[in-house]
């Protein structure tokens, strides 16, 4: 039985979302914006249960510690599991090429 973790967005991964949902919003499409925004917010507050069904971040792999990934429509979630937290590190587009470090 998988434990119960709190979900904990950093102030990097809440400035990401505030950019996505800016950059949709930017191009006229109001109602999209809040649409991403909402299944991002749902698919971040399952990870209190379901942390363990992400897929290992490849980009991320040699970090010492392990970053995983869910996604919300074309989406990443990077998320890392810290005592008994589950930790939203940032969110990026799946075409983007994210600069780690």
């Known amino acids: 039985m998988v ?3 709190k979900v904990f967005w950093t102030e990097a991964a809440r400035e990401d979302l505030f ?3 800016r950059r949709i919003e930017g191009k006229g499409a109001k109602n999209q914006a809040i649409e991403v925004a909402r299944q991002i ?3 971040t507050a399952l990870l209190n249960t379901q942390y363990p069904q992400g897929t290992v971040e490849p980009l991320l792999r040699n970090e010492k510690e392990p970053y995983s990934f869910v996604m919300a429509g074309f989406y990443k979630i990077v998320y890392s599991v810290v005592g008994d937290q589950v ?3 940032t969110l990026y587009h799946q075409r983007q090429d994210p600069t780690v470090g």
């Open 3 to 5: 434990t119960a973790k």
């Open 19 to 21: 950019k996505i949902f």
């Open 41 to 43: 917010l749902a698919k």
């Open 87 to 89: 930790v939203v590190e």
